[in-house]
């Protein structure tokens, strides 16, 4: 089983920068490609960005240009750099695995929230 935990979330002015982590622990071996989706209230959980084992990455057309996944191996821990946060960015962020998620591993989130 794997356990997922994400951080780095909060309340930001538009225009604002956060880094999600997400620390990955269990059976990682199983795991080749890692994705942040994102769920507002309301609305059904989407897929934010993905990375691959060779670090080719994708994003929603919605956070592309503004959005950064990137992973480092050695602390199995998966990042999403958001800039230019936007006030429909707000919303419960989310790791698992890309493009099947692990439907018993969702963790808690972290809430962002973009508001002045």
């Known amino acids: 089983q794997v356990q997922l935990v994400e951080s780095g979330g909060g309340l930001v002015q538009p225009g604002g920068s956060l880094r999600l982590s997400c620390q990955v622990s269990?059976?990682?071996?199983?795991?080749?490609?890692m994705g942040w989706y994102r769920q507002a209230p309301g609305k059904q959980r989407e897929l934010v960005a993905a990375?691959?084992?060779?670090?080719?990455?994708t994003y929603s057309d919605s956070v592309k240009g503004r959005f950064t996944i990137s992973r480092e191996y050695a602390k199995n821990t998966v990042y999403l750099q958001m800039n230019s946060l936007k006030p429909e960015d707000t919303a419960v962020y989310y790791c698992?695995?890309?493009?099947?998620?692990?439907?018993?591993?969702w963790g808690q989130g972290t809430q962002v929230t973009v508001s002045s």
């Open positions: 698992n695995r890309f493009p099947r998620p692990f439907a018993g591993s």
């Open positions: 269990g059976s990682i071996g199983s795991i080749s490609a």
């Open positions: 990375i691959t084992s060779g670090i080719s990455t």
